[in-house]
């Protein structure tokens, strides 16, 4: 007899500013939505090898996970941080946004770009319960303020990692998702420095199937 297969299904949400697609892959189906996003900078690009483990996964009943490999193609293409017209994304969101330039350049105005746009756009549609940001290199789960504590020792648990406080950024995605989804989750995950172990990919794949199981029960 043949197990149960998920539901999966793809969709562009947008594209970025040299028009590549910011796709998204959707596995299972049920109200307990968990996003995860693999690169937002393009020089950070640990998260990618999990998001590619765990298109192979079944999702708990109840829970969808919704699968962005890319925030930034553009980025992730080139191996830069920013975006094609050098906005960092990750500064780009209008919750507390305001003008920075250099290597944190923020962009003309808040949401100025198509990928903040985009991906604005989907967490609005999708309400996801929880959003997981892979980031590198500080080695640690962020303690994001407004979140819900369990959720995020229960990853850090799972995945072997510390649990700090980082710094309230201005323009972020996750600050933003705290302001127009309350009572959801939004949190970053920094990777450490360079490519990881086999052994650490499963870790955290398992981090995040156990986030859906919180989120679905």
Known sequence: MLADVPPIHAEVIGRSVQRRPLRVVHIGEGPARV????????????????????????????????????????GCAAGTRPNARGVDLNRNFPWGWRPLSGVYASGQKAAS?????????????????????????????????????????????????????????????????EHVLPSSTAFVVELPAGALSAAAVRRHVAAVVDVAEIVAS
């Open 113 to 177: 770009e198509p990928e903040t746009k985009a991906i604005m756009s989907l967490i609005r549609r999708a309400r996801p319960r929880v959003t997981i940001w892979f980031h590198q290199h500080m080695d640690l789960v962020d303690r994001t303020r407004g979140s819900d504590p369990t959720i995020i020792s229960r990853y850090a648990r799972t995945a072997r990692m510390r649990i700090r406080t980082l710094d309230r950024l201005p323009g972020t995605a996750s600050r933003w998702q």
């Open 35 to 74: 996003l995860v996003v693999g690169c937002v900078h393009g020089t950070e690009r640990a998260g990618l090898p999990i998001l590619k483990a765990l298109r192979q996964q079944t999702p708990p009943d109840g829970a969808e996970l919704l699968l962005l490999d890319a925030a930034n193609p553009d």
